[in-house]
């Protein structure tokens, strides 16, 4: 039988807000623990520190050419592009 699909993102949000344990959260909800805590590591906690900052001193000479859009991809599979 498959499992029904759950949307962790919004179910590790919650388990934030609520300010429960990991395990107390999953008894009451009806989570699987262990696989909760693979979630936690996904989204787990960002802060501004986890972020870095880009600075350009000065624009590139106009000889140069710069791609209109930037796309970075990480590790896990996410992709971020700017245009």
């Known amino acids: ?4 699909y ?3 993102a919004s179910i590790f949000k919650e388990w934030q807000a609520s300010g429960e344990t990991k395990a107390a959260f999953c008894r009451q ?3 699987c623990r262990k696989y909760f ?3 936690c590591r996904r989204y787990g906690p ?5 972020f870095i900052q880009i600075k350009m001193n000065e624009p590139p000479p ?3 050419v710069v791609p209109s859009t930037l ?3 990480t ?3 996410f992709v971020v592009e700017l245009s």
């Not at 039988?1 to 029904?4: D, L, T």
């Not at 960002?46 to 986890?50: A, R, V, Y």
């Open 1 to 4: 039988m498959a499992r029904p």
């Open 75 to 77: 590790p896990c599979g």
């Open 46 to 50: 960002i802060s501004s520190s986890d």
């Open 71 to 73: 796309r970075i991809t």
């Open 6 to 8: 759950k949307n962790w």
């Open 29 to 31: 909800h009806g989570h």
């Open 62 to 64: 106009p000889s140069v």
């Open 37 to 39: 805590n693979v979630v």
